[in-house]
């Protein structure tokens, strides 16, 4: 029998406030041990939570830029369970009144996956276990989390991977997260259950906890739905439980033990207040968001008529795409742009932290510059393509390596000249070409192009040739 | 009905111990404090509600930061600390 | 006058000075706290280092606030820089705040000089302060009776002249049924007129700070100074007016409702001063209005519901990794965690603990935590109608008075029916101030209450100071302490 894999995903995103969700130290990561800590994230008794108005508004966007209904009416609730990276046994968190209602994440096949909600809620400190004894660091203790729960919708592997991919970008455009998940700024959670190829009923799930990266997500999951499977045909039942994926030996196990009894025993946090949203609010924000990349993407296509591949290249991350988009202004051939990104800066930005960052040497305004002169005719492409290297290496604009005598001296009956003078000092080159050698052409255009300091068109002149000796 | 087994499980989520001997003590005792609160089932249903008292809405602060204390403070009242971590050692 | 204008007075006019005064207060508490076991800590150094400072003002001619140089003590649940604060429980012990409660800080600034700490029932749970971990207060009126609680100690150690006034902290009661059991005033303020930053959590939608006072002009005093906004309290809105300038007011005219359901289950004694007091207040013009509040009798099974609920999640923090008491001996984390636990908490905070923990649990949640607070709804809106048609509710403020040491711990149900007449108002938010108005045969005291409308602290210290005028000859003061 083949098998279906339905599959969920819990993605807690840390937003990129200033400050904690509940007190006013630092969410920077890293730091000494403890030094980005106060009473109230360590949890002293009668310390209160005031929560940071910039969070809601992050969540918001989040929650606007995957299509989610803003709840007008949301609370907090306290989560509770003992472990000693939480500081006051409970995590701050919602559950009866998220922030964030519904909303969906489309993939490239056109599947929409849809999400149950997103809330906000805080993030435990970290623990480091050395010799069996365990060290606490607070620092990361109270840092924002929004956390978005999807539907089980995910049929793939491949739409896993896409999906996670989808959010880091989409909420990275928004800029309310770096969502780095080799710094745990990204996290997800997945599920995973199979059920036979053409059933409608959804599996017993298990959930694999804590995933930090998109390739072990890939391998986790495969590895889960294989054991599942397994576990079925050999007359087996799946058991609903939390996994670990260990990286090392590629298989997930149980991190039941007989300590953990789970029941959160959610209640309102009486410490904290209703949060009310206006639509106004709402609107206001909906209005502070950057055209998202779904949207950046098919502008691209339809409007600029760029490829898709390309599309694709200069939307996947918000600088690329506003570099993109400054470069553009005015000029007629966005193509050009897209080749000189693509084809040229891009070496240079080999890593995909170098294309997130996109710390380029030269500016959009003087690539906008140097298409331009490309545009009006003054240069050919071969020049404006090594003025760009030159441009990239020193940061330097254009103006400052092609002179005035390098612009603008070939109009048509300059070339034609230039032709003429090529066709009647090489006769032997073009005897050669009259009897079929193809080749001997380039020797001609060569010499337009050596004549006329490389400023020449080589396609257009190789035409005027042809017409003349052909 | 509160069982024994209702008791372990609290005690387990409340992270306490209860010895063996005093389980049945504690069943006991518990049962006549949630007979006790049993009362309000027969309050009149309501669909009042509560949110909060005082009904307070909207209240925040602004995302700036403010100092951290040292470590040397946050660890002032740890049992046990080691290279500015709060430790739980494994054993002792 | 109250003691706070008396002390005020001898000050201003140089009839001692404060590191005098200071000095008498902490010998009375060497004499008598052996027995009244008022204090659990005292601070006499930084007590007399504030009473120093006071003094070079008014050397230096400069004036002083009412509450300047006035010696005070603290409930050992709100939070003190540097000074131990334990809720009276083996778990806090050796825990010095590194922050300050924010009426601490209130009343720093005005250089209140605080001479200790002072006794409570463990976390606030229990109304006899029987269940701290230092023993218990005794009653300065008896010392076989208990003081109350939970803040038995502040009342204690005011009833006994051995602090001129205190903050304590209400959550079912723990204010005014202590201020009952000695002979003194106590408010339990609105929820959310003073702020709860750095006291310490018991039940976080019931506990309020208030004042512990010999005479209702102090408490006026003292809440005028605590009832600020806070920043660091989400739920802090502050006072609407100062209550001081409103106190004498006439009381011609006002009503004042008894709930009829208040007086069922009162001893004798109890109902028989809380109506007299009402003759007395007939007297002085007002308007005696009965009426029926049948919901009230839900009132003390909503309270445990919804008290042990929160209670249950604010005391998880006590696993002995960051402050307090850590267990000796132990086999991994979780070991480690449940020891401490079991070890560092008394058997009544445990005992409400695991009640908060069973009502909020998977299948439970709906039948009680939910339920209790829709009733908690329902409860509000019959005391904002009852509220309409009067201005004041009148009623007894515990059903006894002060028992005798030993007796709460018997039977816990029986003893959380002592709480019947105070939670009400901790439930419905509402201010509630209790003043002594009589003695039974035994000569222990016996206190009213008088309930307001939310915000209403000047409405109800009107009427309660209008009876501590027309009473004053009935007064009996207790043979401890400082006598002004």
New interface residues.
């Given amino acids: 029998m083949k098998y279906e894999l339905v599959s969920g995903f819990e993605t807690h995103i840390e937003l990129s406030?200033?400050?904690k969700i509940f007190?006013?130290?630092?969410t920077q990561f890293g730091g000494?041990?403890?030094?980005?800590?106060?009473?109230v994230c360590?949890g002293l008794p009668g310390t209160l939570p005031?929560?940071?108005?910039?969070?809601?508004r992050f969540a918001i966007k989040a929650g606007l830029a995957v299509h989610g209904e803003i709840a007008e009416v949301a609370k907090m609730d306290r989560k509770?369970y003992?472990y000693?990276d939480l500081s006051k046994a409970y995590q701050i968190s919602q559950l009866y009144a998220p922030l964030i209602i519904g909303g969906y994440v489309e993939l490239s096949n056109g599947r929409k996956i849809r999400l149950h909600h997103i809330h906000i809620e805080e993030d435990a400190g970290k623990l480091?276990h050395q010799?069996?004894?365990?060290?606490?660091?607070?620092n990361r203790g109270g840092v924002p989390l929004i956390e978005i729960v999807s539907e089980p919708d995910i049929r793939s592997i491949d739409e896993a991977k896409e999906y996670v991919e989808k959010l880091q970008q989409v909420m990275r455009y928004v800029g309310i997260s770096d969502c780095k998940m080799q710094e745990g700024s990204m996290r997800c959670d997945v599920n995973v259950s199979v059920r036979p190829e053409g059933s409608e009923e959804l599996g017993t799930r298990t959930e694999i906890k804590n995933m930090n990266s998109i390739n072990n997500i890939a391998k986790a999951m495969e590895y889960e739905y294989d054991r599942q499977v397994d576990l079925i045909e050999s007359g087996g039942q799946v058991v609903q439980e939390t996994l670990r994926y260990d990286d090392a030996t590629g298989t997930t196990s149980s991190m039941r033990s007989k300590?953990d009894?789970h029941?959160y025993?959610y209640f309102?946090d009486?410490d904290?207040?209703?949060?009310?949203v206006s639509r106004e609010e709402v609107e206001q924000l909906r209005s502070e968001l950057p055209e998202l990349p779904a949207d950046k993407c098919k502008r691209y296509i339809d409007e600029l008529g760029l490829p898709e591949k390309d599309a694709q290249l200069l939307t996947k991350y918000r600088k690329i795409s506003e570099y993109f988009d400054e470069a553009c202004e005015g000029v007629k051939s966005p193509k050009s742009v897209s080749n000189f990104i693509i084809g040229q800066i891009f070496r240079r930005t080999e890593t995909e932290a170098d294309k997130e960052s996109f710390d380029v040497k030269t500016s959009p305004k003087q690539l906008n510059e140097l298409v331009k002169l490309l545009d009006s005719g003054k240069i050919r492409n071969n020049l404006a393509k090594s003025t760009l290297e030159k441009m990239l290496d020193s940061g330097k604009g254009a103006l400052d390596f092609i002179s005035e005598s390098d612009m603008g001296g070939i109009d048509e009956n300059a070339l034609i000249e230039l032709c003429k003078n090529a066709v009647e000092s090489n006769p032997k080159a073009v005897e050669d070409f009259k009897n079929g050698k193809e080749k001997a052409i380039k020797a001609l255009v060569g010499n337009v192009m050596k004549n006329s300091r490389g400023k020449a068109d080589a396609v257009l002149a190789e035409s005027k040739i042809k017409e003349m000796i052909g | 009905m509160?069982t024994r087994e209702?008791?372990e499980?609290?005690?387990?989520?409340?992270?306490?111990?209860v010895p063996e001997e005093e389980l049945d003590g504690?069943t006991k005792?518990?049962q006549?404090?949630?007979d006790?609160?049993?009362?309000?089932?027969?309050?009149?249903a309501?669909?009042?509600?509560?949110?909060?008292?005082?009904?307070?809405?909207?209240?925040?602060?602004?995302?700036?930061?403010?100092e951290?204390?040292?470590?040397t403070?946050?660890?002032?009242?740890?049992?046990?600390q080691?290279?500015?971590?709060?430790?739980?050692?494994?054993?002792? | 006058m109250g003691s706070i204008a008396k002390i005020h007075d001898m000050l201003t006019s140089k009839q001692c000075s404060c590191a005098e005064l200071t000095k008498s207060y902490l010998e009375e508490i060497e004499k008598s706290n052996g027995e009244l076991n008022a204090y659990v800590s005292v601070t006499g150094a930084e007590a007399l280092k504030t009473a120093e400072a006071v003094d070079k003002k008014i050397a230096a001619g400069e004036e002083i606030g009412m509450l300047e140089g006035v010696p005070m003590t603290l409930k050992d649940n709100i939070s003190t820089k540097g000074i131990e604060t334990t809720c009276c429980s083996k778990i806090l012990t050796?825990?010095?705040p590194?922050y300050d409660a924010s009426v601490w800080e209130l009343l720093q600034a005005q250089n209140a000089v605080m001479l200790g700490k002072t006794n409570m029932d463990e976390f606030a749970m229990g109304s006899s302060c029987e269940t701290s971990y230092f023993g218990g207060a005794a009653n300065p009126f008896n010392t076989d009776h208990v003081a109350g609680g939970s803040s038995g100690g502040v009342a204690s150690a005011v009833g006994g002249n051995i602090a001129a006034y205190g903050l304590g902290s209400d959550t079912g009661g723990s204010i005014r049924q202590p201020a009952s059991f000695c002979g003194v005033v106590g408010l339990k303020p609105t929820?959310?007129s003073v702020s709860r930053y750095g006291l310490i959590a018991y039940a976080s939608?019931l506990d309020q700070i208030g004042p512990i006072t010999k005479s209702v002009e102090d408490a006026s005093i003292v809440f005028d100074a605590i009832s600020k906004r806070d920043?660091r309290d989400?739920?802090s809105?502050g006072s609407k007016k100062t209550t001081f300038d409103s106190l004498d007011n006439d009381i011609k005219g006002m009503k004042i409702g008894i709930a009829r359901e208040y007086l069922d289950g009162v001893r004798d004694d109890v109902k028989e001063a809380v109506l007299n007091a009402a003759e007395v207040y007939k007297s002085l013009g007002a308007e005696i209005v009965y009426f029926d509040l049948p919901?009230l009798?839900?009132a003390?099974?909503?309270y445990?519901?919804i008290a042990c609920a929160e209670a249950?999640s604010n005391l998880?923090r006590y696993?002995?990794?960051?402050?307090?008491?850590?267990t000796?001996?132990?086999?991994?984390?979780?070991d480690?965690?449940?020891?401490t636990?079991?070890e560092g908490?008394g058997d009544e905070v445990?005992?409400r603990?695991?009640?908060g923990?069973?009502?909020l649990?998977a299948g439970y949640y709906d039948?009680?935590y939910k339920?209790?607070?829709?009733?908690?709804?329902?409860i509000?809106?019959a005391f904002n109608s009852a509220l309409e048609n009067c201005d004041v509710i009148l009623a007894p403020t515990v059903p006894m008075t002060a028992f005798e040491k030993g007796h709460a711990v018997s039977d816990?149900?029986e003893t959380?029916l002592t709480d019947i007449c105070t939670v009400p108002v901790n439930i419905a938010?509402l201010p509630g101030v209790s003043i002594p108005c009589g003695f039974n045969s035994n000569g222990m005291p016996i206190g009213m209450q008088l309930i307001g409308k939310?915000f209403g602290e000047a409405e109800i210290l009107n009427a309660a100071y209008k009876y501590q005028q027309a009473q004053s000859d009935k007064f009996i003061d207790t043979k401890w302490g400082v006598k002004l």
Wanted: proline share 5%; charged share 25%.
């Fill in positions: 406030t200033k400050t007190c006013g130290c630092t000494e041990p403890n030094t980005h800590c106060c009473p360590i005031v929560l940071n108005r910039e969070v809601v509770n003992c000693p480091i010799h069996g004894d365990t060290y606490v660091d607070y300590e009894a029941d025993r309102r009486p904290l207040v209703t949060i009310n | 509160v209702d008791v499980n609290i005690a387990l989520l409340s992270k306490l111990f504690l005792s518990m006549e404090i949630i006790f609160a049993d009362a309000i089932n027969n309050a009149p309501s669909d009042e509600g509560f949110d909060n008292i005082n009904n307070l809405s909207n209240v925040f602060r602004e995302d700036e930061v403010i951290s204390y040292p470590s403070e946050i660890l002032k009242n740890a049992p046990e080691a290279e500015d971590h709060f430790l739980v050692r494994n054993r002792e | 050796g825990y010095k590194i929820y959310g939608s920043k989400s739920t809105v919901i009798k839900f003390l099974p909503v445990y519901i249950s998880g696993d002995g990794i960051r402050y307090g008491y850590k000796e001996h132990y086999n991994g984390t979780h480690m965690i449940c020891r636990r079991s908490f445990k005992r603990i695991l009640l923990t069973y009502v649990s039948a009680y339920k209790a607070q829709n009733l908690r709804g329902t509000i809106s816990p149900v959380y938010g939310s």
